[in-house]
């Protein structure tokens, strides 16, 4: 009987060491949002593009209030849907693909100021729209 016993703990041990074995990306946690826009952008590319034209277009609205603070909370937005459809672009057009990356960095860096221009960011939004535009017709 304790020949049984130490076989079941066994092969108990070794179920939980194979559980644990897993895609370490399905570990990390998503929002709600973020898994819809995935699945969404999975099953039809251009809802990535769709959710990309949404956060300019609100962030923009934002900066053009002078709510920076509500242009910075959608903007967090922005690199959730861009992670659907980025690796699309930068097969089909490196240049676009560092055209956007160059406008979420110039959007970003700006909502970080304590005083951010709105010049700028209305400048770094407007392009950063033509670009996905851009995107989603290649």
Known sequence: MSRFKLLLVGGSLALLGLSSCGDPQTSVPETS???????E????PAAGF???????????????????????ADFEKFEDAWKTVEDGVKVKSSKTYDAIEEGLDSVNGE???KQPDKA????ALQSLSQNIVTAAKS
């Open 33 to 39: 949002s973020t898994a819809a826009v995935k699945t």
């Open 41 to 44: 952008a999975a099953a039809n």
């Open 50 to 72: 769709t959710a990309l034209q949404n956060v300019t277009e609100k962030t923009t609205a934002a900066v053009k209030a002078g709510k920076f603070d509500q242009a910075k």
């Open 111 to 113: 909502l970080k100021n």
């Open 120 to 123: 700028k960011m209305l400048t």
